[in-house]
């Protein structure tokens, strides 16, 4: 009888999770932003939180766990139960450069289950308002004359930011003092009450201080101008040839979370982007979104260490730690 009770209970454990993966969800998500509130992982999160609990029929809350470059957020996704009820967002700093950068509690590679690509996005570069400078080159200037008093805000070590504010220093062959905050909307802040003098800002979070003259913005980091800010010049065109940096969005669950469940997230996903309203929200964050076959899981992974093998080399040869 123990022998046949025994049979029964492991049968019951190894058939439960696909008994739960089919019931999935039965109460809400949390969604784990690794950055502070304001910036654009944050307004990502929630807008895709918005579209996939309406997709998944149960409300996903976005949860900022911020410090450490977003270590600390992520290392809460890595080491969560594996359930289905605790995924995160990510970018480019806290899945690829924190890699080169942090001693991490956790493998970015390997105690992580991907869901999908959302979207990618250059920056602006922006300086205070009453920078006296009427465009790039001038700008380019005034850092070379005042690189020792000038500083620049960022979302901490390893963020794109901060590389990518490190990498605008190579090009111009000057250095200046890089000051990090929390997120990019605490630096947002930081710029618009003149406390900081330059910030590499998405346009999800600067564009419209932009449009309100509450900030100078001098390029946006892509070769081509993007459609919900045209007149802003590319770095080509601004003078600063070649300088161009794009980041992306993805979200991701524990390592072990059920197979099943990971392809009902992505499908949530998949939905969620391909819907107007969503897509339309987006895009005029200046978002690319990435196309279908680009948001599946085994997609994700492939691309996350295609971006690992690309910049760590780059990172690690430019001296970027942690502070």
Known sequence: MQKLFAAALAA???VSPRVFAADYPTRSIVMVAPLGVGGSTDIIA???????????????????TTGAGGTIGEGRVAHASPDGYTIGIGQWGTNVANGAIYPLNYDLMKDFEPIGLIATQPFFIAARKDVPAGNLKEFVAWLKANG????????GVGTPSHVAGLLLQRAIGTKWTMV???GAGEASQALLAGQ?????VTPAVGAAQMKAGQIKVFAVTAPKRIDTSPDVPTTDEAGLPGYYFSFWHALWAPKGTPKDVVVRLNEALRKSLADPATH??????AQQIFPPEQQTPEALHKFQQAEMDKWWPIIKAAGIKAQ
């Open 180 to 182: 990090p905050y929390r």
């Open 196 to 200: 900081i003098d330059l910030l590499l």
């Open 148 to 155: 020792d008093k000038t500083n620049e805000g960022h979302s």
């Open 12 to 14: 019951a454990l190894i």
């Open 280 to 285: 339309k929200r987006l895009v005029d964050l």
């Open 46 to 64: 929630r807008i895709m939180a918005d579209a996939m609990g309406k997709q998944l029929g149960q409300s996903i809350v976005v949860e900022n």
